[in-house]
Protein backbone atom coordinates (compact mmCIF):
# COMPACT_ATOMS: atom_id res chain seq x y z
CA UNK A 1 0.00 0.00 0.00
CA UNK A 2 1.23 3.48 -1.13
CA UNK A 3 1.71 6.18 1.84
CA UNK A 4 0.02 8.86 1.51
CA UNK A 5 2.82 11.52 1.42
CA UNK A 6 4.49 9.84 -1.21
CA UNK A 7 1.39 10.37 -3.01
CA UNK A 8 1.27 14.05 -1.93
CA UNK A 9 5.02 15.10 -2.63
CA UNK A 10 5.75 13.17 -5.99
CA UNK A 11 4.31 16.81 -8.25
CA UNK A 12 6.83 18.57 -5.75
CA UNK A 13 9.24 16.25 -6.15
CA UNK A 14 9.25 16.03 -9.86
CA UNK A 15 9.60 19.76 -10.53
CA UNK A 16 12.71 20.42 -7.45
CA UNK A 17 14.35 17.34 -9.19
CA UNK A 18 14.13 18.97 -12.67
CA UNK A 19 14.79 21.90 -11.30
CA UNK A 20 18.27 21.01 -9.65
CA UNK A 21 18.95 17.48 -11.80
CA UNK A 22 20.75 19.86 -14.17
CA UNK A 23 23.04 22.26 -12.47
CA UNK A 24 24.19 18.87 -10.38
CA UNK A 25 25.22 17.04 -13.66
CA UNK A 26 22.43 14.70 -12.87
CA UNK A 27 19.56 13.11 -14.37
CA UNK A 28 16.30 13.85 -12.97
CA UNK A 29 15.11 10.37 -12.21
CA UNK A 30 17.99 9.83 -10.38
CA UNK A 31 17.87 12.69 -8.52
CA UNK A 32 14.03 11.60 -7.68
CA UNK A 33 15.09 7.90 -6.42
CA UNK A 34 17.64 9.12 -3.57
CA UNK A 35 15.50 11.39 -2.57
CA UNK A 36 12.41 8.99 -2.19
CA UNK A 37 15.36 6.49 -1.07
CA UNK A 38 15.85 9.00 2.05
CA UNK A 39 12.15 9.97 2.46
CA UNK A 40 11.64 5.93 2.49
CA UNK A 41 14.20 4.97 5.03
CA UNK A 42 13.12 8.25 7.12
CA UNK A 43 9.31 6.30 7.40
CA UNK A 44 10.74 3.02 7.94
CA UNK A 45 12.51 3.83 10.77
CA UNK A 46 9.07 5.90 11.66
CA UNK A 47 10.39 9.72 11.60
CA UNK A 48 8.27 11.41 9.32
CA UNK A 49 9.07 14.44 8.52
CA UNK A 50 7.40 17.17 10.33
CA UNK A 51 6.91 19.45 7.58
CA UNK A 52 7.14 17.71 4.39
CA UNK A 53 7.23 19.73 1.95
CA UNK A 54 10.20 22.17 3.40
CA UNK A 55 12.22 18.47 3.84
CA UNK A 56 11.75 17.55 0.92
CA UNK A 57 13.29 20.10 -0.71
CA UNK A 58 16.03 19.88 1.32
CA UNK A 59 16.74 16.64 0.48
CA UNK A 60 17.09 17.34 -3.20
CA UNK A 61 19.16 20.26 -2.62
CA UNK A 62 21.47 17.47 -0.05
CA UNK A 63 21.13 15.18 -2.98
CA UNK A 64 22.15 17.65 -5.33
CA UNK A 65 25.17 18.95 -3.49
CA UNK A 66 26.11 15.04 -3.06
CA UNK A 67 25.98 14.43 -6.82
CA UNK A 68 28.25 17.57 -7.63
CA UNK A 69 30.45 16.21 -4.89
CA UNK A 70 30.60 12.57 -6.67
CA UNK A 71 31.28 14.01 -10.09
CA UNK A 72 34.31 16.21 -8.56
CA UNK A 73 36.16 13.64 -7.34
CA UNK A 74 35.01 10.61 -10.24
CA UNK A 75 37.87 10.87 -12.55
CA UNK A 76 38.08 8.53 -15.90
CA UNK A 77 41.33 6.10 -15.69
CA UNK A 78 44.11 7.12 -18.31
CA UNK A 79 44.07 4.69 -20.35
CA UNK A 80 39.70 4.79 -20.66
CA UNK A 81 38.72 6.85 -23.35
CA UNK A 82 37.32 10.12 -21.86
CA UNK A 83 34.56 10.46 -24.96
CA UNK A 84 33.05 6.60 -25.50
CA UNK A 85 30.67 7.43 -28.50
CA UNK A 86 30.04 4.26 -29.27
CA UNK A 87 26.46 2.08 -28.26
CA UNK A 88 27.19 0.60 -24.37
CA UNK A 89 26.36 -2.94 -24.11
CA UNK A 90 22.83 -2.84 -23.57
CA UNK A 91 22.25 -0.76 -26.88
CA UNK A 92 24.13 -3.70 -28.59
CA UNK A 93 22.12 -6.50 -26.98
CA UNK A 94 18.75 -4.61 -28.12
CA UNK A 95 20.14 -4.23 -31.68
CA UNK A 96 20.86 -7.65 -31.24
CA UNK A 97 17.84 -9.01 -30.70
CA UNK A 98 16.15 -6.67 -32.99
CA UNK A 99 18.09 -8.07 -35.71
CA UNK A 100 17.86 -11.49 -35.01
CA UNK A 101 14.01 -10.85 -34.53
CA UNK A 102 13.71 -9.62 -38.85
CA UNK A 103 15.89 -12.03 -39.91
CA UNK A 104 13.78 -14.30 -38.31
CA UNK A 105 10.86 -12.97 -40.06
CA UNK A 106 12.29 -12.80 -43.15
CA UNK A 107 12.69 -16.20 -42.97
CA UNK A 108 9.14 -16.64 -42.78
CA UNK A 109 8.19 -14.64 -46.19
CA UNK A 110 6.47 -15.95 -48.89
CA UNK A 111 7.82 -17.25 -52.44
CA UNK A 112 11.26 -15.60 -53.27
CA UNK A 113 11.07 -12.53 -50.89
CA UNK A 114 13.29 -14.03 -48.16
CA UNK A 115 16.29 -14.19 -50.48
CA UNK A 116 15.48 -10.75 -51.80
CA UNK A 117 15.15 -9.06 -48.77
CA UNK A 118 18.00 -10.91 -47.39
CA UNK A 119 19.98 -9.55 -50.48
CA UNK A 120 18.46 -6.26 -49.69
CA UNK A 121 19.84 -6.64 -45.68
CA UNK A 122 23.60 -8.04 -46.99
CA UNK A 123 26.12 -6.24 -45.59
CA UNK A 124 28.31 -6.25 -48.49
CA UNK A 125 25.66 -4.03 -50.09
CA UNK A 126 24.97 -5.28 -53.30
CA UNK A 127 23.80 -3.06 -56.28
CA UNK A 128 20.61 -3.71 -58.12
CA UNK A 129 22.29 -5.63 -60.64
CA UNK A 130 24.09 -7.81 -59.00
CA UNK A 131 20.77 -8.53 -56.86
CA UNK A 132 19.26 -9.53 -59.93
CA UNK A 133 21.56 -11.56 -61.34
CA UNK A 134 21.64 -13.41 -57.81
CA UNK A 135 17.89 -13.83 -58.00
CA UNK A 136 17.50 -14.60 -61.91
CA UNK A 137 15.01 -11.73 -62.15
CA UNK A 138 15.30 -8.78 -64.47
CA UNK A 139 16.49 -5.06 -62.43
CA UNK A 140 13.09 -3.56 -63.78
CA UNK A 141 10.81 -5.94 -62.31
CA UNK A 142 13.31 -5.57 -58.34
CA UNK A 143 11.37 -2.80 -57.31
CA UNK A 144 8.19 -3.44 -57.66
CA UNK A 145 9.30 -6.81 -56.39
CA UNK A 146 11.31 -5.20 -53.15
CA UNK A 147 8.01 -3.59 -52.31
CA UNK A 148 5.72 -6.29 -52.58
CA UNK A 149 7.81 -8.21 -50.39
CA UNK A 150 8.64 -4.68 -48.09
CA UNK A 151 4.54 -4.52 -48.29
CA UNK A 152 4.28 -8.47 -46.70
CA UNK A 153 7.63 -8.12 -44.09
CA UNK A 154 5.61 -4.71 -42.94
CA UNK A 155 2.37 -6.43 -41.87
CA UNK A 156 4.09 -9.56 -40.46
CA UNK A 157 6.34 -7.54 -38.03
CA UNK A 158 3.22 -5.47 -37.22
CA UNK A 159 0.84 -8.78 -36.95
CA UNK A 160 3.78 -9.81 -34.52
CA UNK A 161 3.99 -6.20 -32.17
CA UNK A 162 0.47 -6.08 -31.66
CA UNK A 163 0.55 -9.82 -31.01
CA UNK A 164 3.12 -9.01 -27.66
Same mark, same amino acid.
Given at each position: ????L?T????????????E??A???????????????L?????A????T???????RA?R?????????????L????????D??? /??? $??A @???? =???? %????V?? &??????R?V????????????E???E? /??? $??? @?G?? =??K? %??????? &????????
Amino acid at each position: MTHPLLTDLRPLLLAEAAAEARACGMEPCDLEQAVWLRLLERLRANRAPTDPSAWLRRAVRTEARRGRRTARRELPYPDEPVDDTGP /GPE $QRA @LMAA =RGRA %LHAAVHR &LPGRCPRLVGALLSPRDPTYREIAGEL /GIS $QGS @LGPE =RSKC %LGCLRRL &LATEVAAR
